[in-house]
């Protein structure tokens, strides 16, 4: 096949740099490992809330073994003084309560010169794949340390020794764990003890670089996943009705939505699968109440042809997909964004649908919220590509300004006369009638159709209807919601989804050094628009096209929907490792200096 | 179809729509449509508050013939569609039909389920044991010797029984009706549309182009020489020994209905951001 | 007659064994499970992290893989050639449902203990309760070695830690995988 990637982009698509770049001093890394068992998650959750408390941002990923229970696990936390929506190049810290399979992680915790590995000398050696990196090695006794505390738990030293080397004070790392604490009172003060004795353990860690006190933060800052965000956005939006068939990685977001459709009013089915699922929304729709479903590339793929009735009987829905690596399978719990050529174009006949992705994990709310927004406005499927890394991963953002993206679709009022649901307007938008409406009944139908709604293999019909469906997608006025722009400059990198964070740091870091790129992360994939694209681009000479999967699927979509400036390059790898900042400034640069 | 004037008396006519059916002459799915709309006058419902879905095959193109709300989905999803529409929407009266290939072998699954889950549906199911759209393949319900192109000599699979398997999967309400009683067929929906959850009605529905030999059902079918049961041990058993031609209603239960259904909103969506916000 | 094997609370009669060959093959039977289930747990903690209680199972199976191999020598058998057991699980036998990812060698050694314990009995009664003199006198000897065993399993038992009280919290939730 020919390949029309640079070759430069494919040696480093093809072999990640594990070396590291300096660490940016206004954030902070680390990382927390053990077994099964010792609470890591629980720690760097509750690293992430003090270091909230304290005024920081930051974000937290997960990632674990395949067992259930007892597995090896991570929690990856990045701190810093100003919003991160990514994982940064290298760890700063990684703390280890024990050894046993931690070295799993070798390649999602990569190590530098300056960073530092605490771990415990009683747990055996360093593993060398983490030794090799040259970072300080300084054991200290943690289960010792927390067996002398009866009752307390080896993850709460862990969380002080890392939170008092962050820099936190002992107060706001009290408070976090004080606010989650859903157990007994003695247990409690045993783990604050432990806590304690973690932070007094981090004096024997000298010369390491702490961050700085934050500035007091301006306004309301949240805390919270990409799978909540896009939940929350949903019924900010207006969705009131969810079927929901449990997926790894989306499974979070229809937990959320359960208890909070209770609260809001609305209903959550669980379905016995995923063609039941899709089926269920489109059956609400119809009956006028936005609904939504969630699910990854396995659900997805079950649910295209519901998809494609509900582009051929024009009701609205919206499927959150939170992709997962692939095909078949794949890789559950890890991320990639390889569902792209599937979503936008894997359902059968001429079936236009709207395809939006978020650009973080906050942006998760407004961009399923905007999804819900244009599913209703253009009686159409929505999906929305999340991915693991934002669904799962849960961070410290400015409060999302209220956007006023509502449900607002169009519908047929009483008795009015000669009522055809598909007719042929000019927006290509035609008022729907809402089942109880009388005087305006119609049957909804999969099957092509005349305006009044009957079955049709007209030619001048499907014409009709094809013409209809497609127009009213693309005349509609996407405004600037349509992409992040950001910068400027003769060459523009184009990205999407998850993959905008990573990106946009690299363009700050290329900034600061006097390299000026144009960002322009999508948020609209379908449908695409020349105009749009002109206008973006206009004194852009080169393009470069960045995503995380190994097909180049992001570029591919581009090259054949729109005609880009130069001769568009392509920076693509697969997951399960984050693209990371360093690696795409070193990419850009290379390419931008060609 | 727009021109129901809303009070007027309310017959079978109200329910019918102004386009012809395409089935071929002499199938029984005709006297099911007509028995639709006479059940739907018996119980005066407003057509406009009624919902009739389908997936496909010939029996799913119902829901234009009348002049409810109709909704003619993906083969085998009805009763999925019907769900989300019925909880979304409980102020309406929904309708499910199709056939038995679409309820029983691409739907099988969703069948179970509804059955299990126990919306107040009514899922109505004209069975010709023959895919007759796709011209002539055996169904799930197709006798095992029943030589056809796709299977000759037939399937040798033993048919499935869907009463049994909606009474153990928990249906409310089970039925058998034909075709060739309209009156009977009317009166056997309205009992189902009026019973709380999920009511299935299966109707003996000929198909006298590929099976032309069901013509004679109407000589071999009797009236189930029991009453309804409320008790489900006993329904088993009755429809254990059934032969597949005792018509009436076999079981009517008492299951507590699916309580899925929108609640008063106790909270605004902005409360919801207390736990996110810091 | 029938003799019995108590288990769980329960007392399960069964045929005894007619001669030497039949009973050596009912404890080949026996230990040659005991053995294979040891070491099922012994991958599950492994899998679990538990490195500790994976090692003690372990170890555990090799001493019944030993059993197992002392009776085929014993009575000249190349191969092993299963014979039916009279009993779902045999008396020396873990449960499955016995462990936990988080247990400590002293719950193990406590779940060996019981083991060994029941598997001391059964030989004891078994001994009690047949006619032929040979296999009597081979469940004696057997029964002397599974007191052996009780007294070594004891033995560790008494040199090993105590768990702490919270030894089953695990901070964390259960992980999403598929």
């Given amino acids: ?83 991160v929506a990514a994982l940064g190049d290298a760890f700063d810290l990684l703390v280890a309560v024990d050894w046993q399979n931690v070295h799993r992680f070798a390649d999602e915790i990569p190590l530098c010169e300056n960073s530092v590995i605490v771990g415990d000398a009683g747990e055996g050696d360093t593993p060398d794949v983490f030794r090799a990196s040259g970072a300080r090695v300084v054991p200290l006794p943690l289960k010792k340390i927390a067996k002398s505390i009866p009752g307390s738990w080896i993850n709460m030293v862990a969380l002080g020794l890392a939170g008092a080397l962050s820099g936190l004070s002992a107060a706001v790392l009290e408070a976090a764990l004080r606010q989650s604490w859903k157990r007994d009172d003695a247990g409690l003060a045993a783990n604050l003890e432990a806590l304690r004795a973690g932070i007094a353990a981090a004096s024997q860690v000298d010369a390491f670089p702490t961050l700085g006190a934050a500035k007091p933060a301006r306004g309301t800052r949240w805390l919270l996943s990409g799978n909540e965000a896009a939940g929350y956005g949903a019924l900010c939006g207006g969705v009131r009705f969810v079927a929901a068939y449990p997926i790894t990685p989306a499974t979070e977001l229809l937990e959320w939505m359960a208890p909070a459709l209770a609260k809001v009013g609305g209903t959550l089915v669980q379905a016995e699968d995923e063609l039941a699922s899709v089926n269920m929304i489109i059956g609400a729709s119809y009956g006028g109440v936005p609904s939504l479903t969630a699910t990854a590339g396995p659900g997805l793929a079950l649910m295209t042809e519901g998809i494609g009735l509900a582009v051929a009987s024009e009701t609205p829905i919206v499927v959150v997909d939170v992709m997962r690596g692939g095909p078949s399978t794949g890789i559950p719990a890890k991320s990639e964004q390889s569902d792209l050529s599937f979503a936008v174009s894997g359902l059968h006949g001429d079936a236009p649908h709207l395809v939006v992705a978020p650009t973080s994990i906050g942006d998760c709310l ?191 979509y581009l090259r054949a929907m729109i005609d880009l400036p130069g001769k568009p390059r392509s920076f693509h790898r697969p997951g399960p490792l984050p693209l990371r900042p360093g690696e795409l400034a070193d990419a850009i640069l290379a390419w931008s200096t060609r | 179809m727009n021109d129901v004037a809303p009070c007027a008396p309310r017959t079978a006519q109200t329910y019918k729509s102004a386009y012809k059916p395409i089935w071929c002459p002499g199938c029984g799915d005709y006297s099911v449509l007509s028995s639709v709309t006479k059940a739907l006058a018996m119980l005066d419902l407003p057509p406009e508050d009624v919902v009739v879905v389908s997936g496909i095959g010939c029996s799913s193109r119902i829901p234009a013939y009348t002049n409810c709300y109709g909704f003619h989905g993906v083969h085998g999803r009805s009763l999925a569609a019907a769900t989300g529409l019925k909880v979304a929407r409980p102020d309406l009266t929904v309708l499910v039909a199709g056939g038995d290939g679409d309820g029983y072998s691409i739907g099988g699954n969703h069948f179970l389920h509804a059955c299990r889950r126990n919306v107040d549906l009514t899922y109505i199911v004209m069975d010709n044991h023959v895919y007759g759209m796709t011209k002539g393949q055996p169904s799930p319900t197709t006798e095992p010797d029943w030589d056809s192109k796709l299977s000759p000599g037939g399937t040798k699979l033993r048919v499935f029984h869907p009463l049994v398997v909606a009474l153990a999967s928990g249906a409310n309400f089970i039925a058998r009706a034909f075709s060739g009683d309209p009156n009977g067929t009317a009166d056997i929906l309205a009992q189902a549309i009026r019973h709380p959850g999920f009511s299935f009605v299966e109707i003996l529905s000929p198909c006298v182009t590929f099976r032309p030999e069901q013509r004679e059902w109407k000589t071999q079918v009797r009236p189930a020489p029991v009453e309804p049961t409320t008790d489900a041990s006993r329904a088993a058993r009755r429809l254990m020994t059934d032969d597949g031609f005792n018509i009436g209603v076999l079981y009517a239960g008492d299951r507590p209905v699916c309580p899925l259904a929108p609640a008063e909103p106790r909270s605004r969506v902005e409360d919801l951001e207390a736990e996110f916000a810091l | 007659m029938n003799a019995a094997m108590q288990a769980a609370g329960t007392t399960i009669e069964y045929e005894p064994p007619r001669n030497l060959a039949e009973f050596m093959s009912l404890a080949l039977a026996m230990e040659s499970e005991a053995a294979q289930r040891y070491a099922e747990l012994a991958d599950a903690m492994e899998m679990a992290n538990n490195v500790e209680v994976a090692e003690l199972f372990r170890r555990m199976a090799n001493i019944e893989t030993g059993h197992a191999r002392a009776v085929m020598a014993q009575m000249h058998w190349r191969e092993y050639v299963p014979r039916g057991s009279p009993f779902s699980e045999g008396p020396e036998t873990p449960g499955e449902d016995a462990v936990h990812y988080l247990m400590q060698p002293y719950h193990a050694l406590e779940l060996a203990l019981a083991c060994e314990e029941r598997a001391e009995r059964f030989y004891a009664d078994l001994a009690a309760a047949v006619e032929d003199a040979e296999v009597r006198e081979a469940a004696r000897g057997l029964e002397a070695e599974e007191r052996e065993h009780v007294a070594l399993v004891r033995a560790w038992l008494a040199r090993a830690e105590k768990p702490a009280e919270n030894w089953a919290d695990d901070p964390d939730p259960p992980r999403y995988v598929d």
């Avoid at chain 1, 902070?28 to 609470?39: D, F, P, Y």
């Avoid at chain 1, 992409?483 to 905008?500: H, K, P, V």
């Fill in chain 1, 1 to 83: 096949m020919d390949m029309p990637v640079g070759t430069e982009e494919r040696a480093a698509a093809s072999a990640p740099s594990r070396r590291a770049s300096p660490v940016a001093s206004s954030s902070l890394s680390i990382a927390i490992a053990g077994s099964g068992g010792s609470g890591v998650m629980t720690a760097g959750m509750l690293l992430l809330e003090a270091a909230a408390k304290a005024g920081l941002y930051g974000l937290m990923v997960r990632t674990s073994g395949p067992q259930i229970r007892g597995g090896e696990a991570a929690a990856l936390v990045r701190l810093a003084h100003r919003p």
């Fill in chain 1, 366 to 556: 407004a961009t399923t919220q905007w999804a819900v927004h244009l599913a209703e406005a253009l009686q159409a499927p929505a999906l929305v590509l999340s991915d693991q890394f934002m669904g799962q991963s849960r961070a410290i953002v400015d409060e999302p300004a209220q956007s006023t993206w509502v449900a607002r679709r169009l519908t047929a009022t009483a008795n009015v006369p000669d009522y055809k649901r598909y007719r042929d307007t000019e927006s290509g938008i035609s008022p729907m009638a809402i089942p109880g409406t009388p005087g305006v009944v119609y049957t909804a139908d999969g099957l092509e159709h005349t305006e009044g709604g009957i079955p049709s293999s007209q030619a001048r019909d499907h014409a009709r209807q094809l013409d209809k469906r497609l127009r009213k997608l693309v005349l509609h006025d996407y405004g600037e919601m349509w992409a992040d722009r950001e910068g400027s400059g003769e060459r523009a990198i184009i990205t999407f989804g998850s993959a905008a964070s990573p990106v946009r740091e690299a363009l700050r870091r290329l900034r600061e050094r006097g390299t000026h790129v144009r960002l322009i992360a999508l948020r609209l994939l379908a449908p695409l628009s020349q105009e749009r694209f002109d206008e973006a681009l206009a004194g852009v000479s080169q393009v470069l096209v960045a995503e995380q999967n190994h097909g180049a699927q992001l570029y591919r």
